[in-house]
C-alpha cells in the first residue's frame, strides 16, 4: 500500500499509553516539519472508517502543535496486532525503554491473547528477555508507570530506583512518586531517594516518602560537588566540549584558502578529518545504544 493523507479526527490513539511522552521531541519534530514537511509516515490499521495509529504519536503530537488538519500515513495489510510487531521490529527512531518494551509485551499478550514463548519467537527475543521486561510492569505500581508515561519520572530511573522500591515497599514507592509532585528529578536523584530510603530506618523512611523534595533539597546544600558527580551533567559537558571543537574547526576553515592547498597537505586535512568522524561516530554508538542521539 502507499502513503495516503488522512485527517486527524479520523486516528484512533489506541496505543498512545505504549510510549513515553516526549515534549521535547515533539517540539523538535514540530520545528523540523515546519522547516522541511512530514519527512516519515506514520503507520496505521485500517478499523472500520477510521484509522488505528500503530507508529508515529510524536509526529501526531507534532502536527497538531503546527494546527495540521491530515497526516501521512501509511496503512498496513496488517492485523493490529501483527502490525505492532512489525513496527517493533522495524523501529529505526528513539530507542525503547525497558518499560515501554514491557508496555507492548503486556499489551499484546493481555489482548491478543499471545504466550510468552511465542511473543518471544516473534520478537526474535529469548523468553527471559520477555520475562525481564514484563515483570517491571508487573512489580511497578499504575501510578508510578503513569508518571513515566506522563515524563515525570525518566523510564531509566523508574527501572534502576523505583522498581527495586516497589519490591521491598509498594506504598511508598508510589507515595515517593506522589509526594514529588510537578517536580522532575534527574536519574541521579531518584537514585539519591532510593539509596537513602535502603540505608534509613523506619522514621527516616516516613520523612524521605512524606517530603522527598525538601530530601533533595538537604542533599543539595550539603554535597555542592554533585553536579560535578552527575552523569548527565559530565556526559553534556562532553559533548558540549565536541560542539566547541566543531565550531572552532569551522571557524579556522572559513578564515583559509583550501582551494590553495597541495596534495600533502589535502591529504593531511583528509586523515585529521577522517579520525575526528570516526571518533565522533564511537561517541554517537554509545549515545545511540542508550537512544540519547535523537
Not at 65 to 88: C, H
Request: aromatic share 4%; proline share 3%; net charge positive.
Amino acid at each position: 500500500m502507499t502513503a495516503t493523507e488522512v485527517e486527524l479526527h479520523r486516528l484512533e490513539l489506541a496505543y498512545a499509553d505504549l510510549r513515553v511522552v516526549e515534549p521535547r521531541q515533539v517540539a523538535r519534530l514540530s520545528a523540523d516539519i515546519a522547516e522541511g514537511g512530514q519527512r516519515q509516515p506514520v503507520l496505521v490499521v485500517p478499523r472500520d472508517d477510521r484509522f488505528v495509529l500503530i507508529d508515529g504519536y510524536c509526529r501526531v503530537a507534532a502536527l497538531r502543535r503546527l494546527g495540521r488538519d491530515t497526516v501521512l500515513a501509511l496503512p498496513l495489510a496488517l492485523s493490529e496486532r501483527d502490525a505492532l510487531l512489525f513496527a517493533y521490529r522495524t523501529h529505526r527512531g528513539r530507542r525503547r525503554s525497558a518499560i515501554e518494551d514491557g508496555w507492548l509485551m503486556r499489551e499484546l499478550i493481555e489482548q491478543f491473547g499471545l504466550k510468552q514463548a511465542e511473543l518471544a519467537k516473534m520478537l526474535s527475543k529469548s523468553e527471559s528477555f520477555v520475562s525481564r521486561r514484563l515483570a517491571l510492569v508487573v512489580q511497578l505500581p499504575e501510578s508510578v508507570q503513569k508518571a513515566v508515561r506522563d515524563g515525570r519520572i525518566c523510564a531509566y530511573a523508574a527501572q534502576r530506583s523505583l522498581v527495586p522500591l516497589a519490591r521491598a515497599n509498594r506504598d511508598h514507592a508510589e507515595r515517593l512518586v506522589a509526594n514529588l509532585g510537578d517536580l522532575r528529578p534527574t536519574s541521579r536523584q531518584v537514585s539519591a531517594l532510593y539509596q537513602a530510603w535502603r540505608a534509613a530506618d523506619r522514621e527516616t523512611r516516613e520523612r524521605i516518602v512524606a517530603n522527598p523534595a525538601l530530601f533533595l533539597k538537604a542533599q543539595g546544600a550539603e554535597d555542592p560537588l554533585a553536579r560535578e558527580r552527575d552523569p548527565a551533567a559530565l556526559i553534556a559537558h562532553a559533548v558540549e566540549v565536541i560542539a566547541g571543537a566543531c565550531h572552532a574547526a569551522r571557524k579556522v576553515i572559513r578564515q583559509q584558502e583550501l582551494h590553495l592547498l597541495d596534495e600533502v597537505g589535502r591529504t593531511a586535512v583528509s586523515r585529521a578529518f577522517k579520525e575526528a568522524e570516526l571518533a565522533f561516530r564511537s561517541v554517537r554508538g554509545l549515545l545511540s545504544e542508550e537512544g540519547l542521539d535523537a
